[in-house]
C-alpha cells in the first residue's frame, strides 16, 4: 500500500475500523439473523453522531448523513450477513460460532461503510444533499435488497453504489466498469420419476437414475451449442440424489443447481432450452420429470455514467481504477437497479482465498483506501447532482 493510500484516513479511526471488523468477523451471523449485527452499526453511529433513519427492517438499518441544505440524495449500500461456513483461517479473531463464517467479507463492507460514514460526518457542512447508508441484510439469501425495497428506503435516491471486495485485486485498486459486472443467478431443481424395481432385474422398472445422468450430460451441450461464443453462461448441476439402498433401482431422482448468465435474453434462451431438454430426455427414457425454477435476482449492470464518475474520485484519491472482468457470481444490488441508476464496484484486498472459502480472508489495509473512496464517489455525486 502507498503512502497515499495510508493517509486517506486518520491513525484513530483506521484503528476502530480494525476493530470493529475484527469484532463482527468474530460474531457472524447468519441472513435475517443479523440482530447482534445490527446493533452494534446502530450503536457505533449514534455514537459517531449520525442519524439513524426511520425505516421498518427487522434487521439491518438506514442512517443518514447529510441533509443541513436541500439537494439530492445518494445512497451507499454494504452487506452484511455470513455463511454456514465453518471457519479455517487460524486467525486470532476467527469467528467464535461453530459453523459460521464471514466467508464473504461482508464484515469488511460494513466495516467499510461504517468508516465511509465516519469520513461523510467530519464533512457534513461541506455536503450538497443527503447520503442515505444502506446496511443490508440477507445479500447470500438474495432477499435483503427487495426488504429494503419495501421499506421505502429508497425513496427520493437519485443513485446508488454498492461495493464488494475482489481478493485478486491488489489493496488500493479499484474495479469500476460500465455494463454487466455481476450475473443473474437462477437455481433449479428437476424430479425424476421412474418406476422402481429390483437391481438384478431393471427391465421390470424404469430407471430415473439413468435418465438423470443422461440429463447431466445432456444440459451441458446447451451453453456450447446454444449461446453465442461471444456471449456467456453457466450451466452447473451440483447436487444428485437418488436411491437408498445397493440392489434397489429408486422410483425417483432429483438434481439441482444454477444457470448463471448476463444478457437477458441469453438468460431467456438458456432457460427455454433447459426445460426442453429436461423433458425430451426424460420423454426418452420412458421416465417423466418436473422442474422448479428458484428465480435469483438479475444481472448486475452498472450505470455508465456512475462509473465514469467513480473512476474520477478514485483518480482524486490517487487511487488505481481498473477494469475488472465481471463475475458469474450473483447479487441481489441489481434489485436497487431496478429503481435507480446503479454503479457496483470491486475493492482490491489482496486475498489469497476467494469467496466462500473456508480459508477466506483479506488484507485490512484495504479498509482505509475502501472507506475514503466511498465517501469521495458519494460526495461527488452529491455535487454533480445538486
Excluded at 110 to 121: M, P, R
Excluded at 288 to 297: V, Y
Excluded at 342 to 363: C, I, N, R, Y
Aim: negative net charge; proline residues 5%; aromatic residues 4%.
Amino acid at each position: 500500500m502507498s503512502t497515499v493510500e495510508s493517509q486517506l484516513v486518520g491513525a484513530e479511526l483506521s484503528e476502530q475500523l480494525i476493530a470493529i471488523r475484527r469484532d463482527l468477523h468474530r460474531h457472524p451471523e447468519l441472513s435475517n439473523e443479523e440482530f447482534r449485527t445490527t446493533e452494534v452499526i446502530r450503536s457505533w453511529l449514534t455514537e459517531a453522531g449520525v442519524r439513524i433513519a426511520d425505516y421498518s427492517l427487522r434487521t439491518g438499518l438506514i442512517a443518514e448523513v447529510g441533509g443541513l441544505r436541500e439537494g439530492p440524495i445518494i445512497a451507499l449500500r454494504a452487506d452484511m450477513d455470513a455463511l454456514p461456513i465453518q471457519e479455517d483461517t487460524g486467525l486470532a479473531y476467527a469467528s467464535e460460532v461453530k459453523g459460521r463464517m464471514h466467508a464473504c467479507g461482508h464484515d469488511f463492507h460494513t466495516t467499510v461503510l461504517l468508516g465511509a460514514a465516519a469520513l461523510l460526518k467530519e464533512r457534513e457542512s461541506e455536503l450538497k444533499g443527503t447520503v442515505r447508508l444502506i446496511f443490508q441484510p440477507a445479500e447470500e439469501k438474495a432477499t435483503g435488497a427487495r426488504q429494503v425495497v419495501e421499506s421505502g428506503a429508497l425513496a427520493g435516491v437519485q443513485a446508488i453504489v454498492g461495493i464488494h471486495n475482489k481478493p485478486d485485486l491488489p489493496v488500493g485498486t479499484i474495479g469500476i466498469k460500465g455494463g454487466p459486472i455481476m450475473a443473474a443467478a437462477d437455481g433449479f431443481v428437476v424430479e425424476v420419476d421412474g418406476l422402481g424395481s429390483h437391481a438384478a432385474v431393471p427391465e421390470a422398472g424404469i430407471d430415473p437414475i439413468v435418465t438423470a445422468s443422461h440429463i447431466v450430460t445432456a444440459l451441458q451441450a446447451i451453453v456450447s451449442r446454444n449461446v453465442s461464443a461471444l456471449k456467456s453462461a453457466v450451466i452447473s448441476v451440483t447436487k444428485l440424489h437418488s436411491g437408498t439402498a445397493w440392489n434397489v433401482i429408486p422410483e425417483k431422482a432429483i438434481l439441482d443447481g444454477t444457470i448463471r448468465s448476463f444478457d437477458p435474453e441469453v438468460r431467456s434462451h438458456v432457460l427455454k432450452r433447459f426445460e426442453q431438454v429436461v423433458q425430451g430426455v426424460a420423454a426418452a427414457y420412458g421416465t417423466t420429470a418436473s422442474l422448479r425454477w428458484i428465480e435469483g435476482p438479475p444481472p448486475v449492470v452498472n450505470d455508465e455514467r456512475l462509473a465514469r464518475e467513480a473512476e474520477a474520485a478514485a483518480s482524486a484519491l490517487g487511487l488505481h481504477a481498473v477494469t475488472p472482468v465481471p463475475s458469474l457470481a450473483g447479487e441481489d444490488f441489481a434489485i436497487y437497479q431496478r429503481h435507480v441508476p446503479g454503479l457496483f464496484v470491486f475493492l482490491g484486498t489482496s486475498g489469497k482465498q476467494e469467496w466462500h472459502h473456508p480459508a477466506f480472508d483479506l488484507d485490512e489495509r484495504a479498509i482505509d483506501p475502501s472507506a475514503a473512496f466511498l465517501a469521495a464517489i458519494a460526495q461527488r455525486l452529491l455535487a454533480e447532482r445538486a
